[in-house]
């Protein structure tokens, strides 16, 4: 059997990887650094992720699901830390009861059913102002959980990545609940959260984005890495005529004789419509622009002035996450996972 290979393939960096997590963990003073590794950690892939992360001395991770946690149960061993962000499901007890992972309980239900099911260790999550998932900051938490064995009591922040003030009005009402709850560690901090000071570390803070190469806040600027360098390949060079039209709905027409290459790259794969006319690729130093709308499975970049690329040849894609957002449309973390299965992904 031969060797075979997509033409798309991620290139990641596993040494940046590294960095940020080292620079978010030095961010945090003494208070541990964990890493969110849900969403297939990120789409890079939680167990590469989780390994390359329990190598620098990253203890604790976090994932959405249960069906997230089982496929990452085999590399937990001592030392090591899962939680389930999402809880536990009615129909997640059976798994949720034997595994090393542990549940995030989110709601007065689930407390009640860990509760009754005599559940083991587990972490809880207490809404201080985002109105999403976790007990209201406002009620009797200490009383509701009572009798858990509550390892870390966490809360997220809503708009750190804003300078806004219901940051600081979470942070006042997360260090209350610590005055007055009993548990292990304490968590608050996101990646944002991290870049909002010393204050919001508490025990333990918990990185997703910036791992993986997004800048949360101005602060993280210059130190975070970008992690995630797509590549596609082309499948055909072709010359365009002054008056032809290009991609669907003819949004891009020639003003001149041109030459393009068709790359396989599409928005079934991530590479959303947003980067239509306005993204970009490379061959080395020379910038080669999307042209017309970015389709399905194809995209078009403008090679006019660049004669040896033709088919086979991989062209890196602008994909900074900052400024890809900027141009795109879509939030840094879209981007990330949004990236499609066809990917070949490569650690370097």
């Not at 209201?136 to 509701?144: E, L």
Request: proline share 3%; hydrophobic share 45%.
């Amino acid at each position: 059997m031969t060797d075979f290979s997509a033409p798309l393939r991620l290139r990641l960096d596993g040494d940046a990887l590294l960095s940020n997590w080292l620079w978010l963990k030095g961010q945090g003073g003494a208070a541990a650094c964990g890493a969110a590794i849900k969403a297939n950690g990120y789409g890079l892939g939680a167990a590469q992720v989780m390994r390359r992360l329990t190598g620098a001395g990253c203890r604790d991770f976090f994932v959405s699901n249960w069906a997230e946690a089982m496929l990452l149960e085999p590399l937990l061993h001592d030392g090591l830390s899962l939680s389930v962000l999402h809880g536990v499901r009615e129909e997640d007890m059976a798994v949720a009861l034997t595994s090393r992972a542990r549940p995030v309980l989110c709601s007065e239900r689930q407390v009640a059913r860990w509760k009754a099911a005599n559940g083991g260790p587990c972490d809880l999550m207490v809404d201080t102002g985002m109105n999403r998932l976790g007990l209201d900051w406002r009620g009797d938490v200490a009383g509701q959980v009572e009798a858990l064995q509550l390892r870390t009591l966490l809360s997220h922040l809503a708009s750190a990545d804003e300078d806004k003030p219901l940051s600081r009005c979470q942070l006042e009402r997360f260090t209350a609940l610590r005055q007055g709850v009993a548990a292990e560690r304490y968590s608050l901090a996101n990646s944002a959260g991290i870049c909002l000071g010393a204050d919001y570390a508490f025990d333990m803070t918990r990185p997703g984005i910036a791992l993986y190469g997004g800048i949360p806040r101005r602060e993280a600027a210059g130190a975070i890495r970008q992690v995630v360098f797509p590549e596609a390949q082309v499948l055909q060079r072709r010359r365009v005529l002054a008056g032809d039209a290009i991609g669907y709905n003819a949004t891009h027409v020639a003003v001149a004789d041109m030459e393009i290459a068709i790359v396989n790259l599409g928005y079934a794969d991530g590479y959303l419509r947003g980067f239509s006319g306005r993204g970009a690729m490379h061959r080395g130093n020379e910038r080669l622009p999307v042209i017309g709308r970015v389709s399905m499975d194809l995209a078009a970049v403008d090679v006019s002035g660049a004669t040896d690329i033709g088919e086979g040849d991989w062209l890196s894609v602008d994909y900074a996450l900052p400024d890809a957002s900027a141009i795109s449309g879509l939030s840094q973390y879209e981007l990330l996972t949004g990236l499609g299965a066809r990917f070949d992904r490569i650690w370097d």
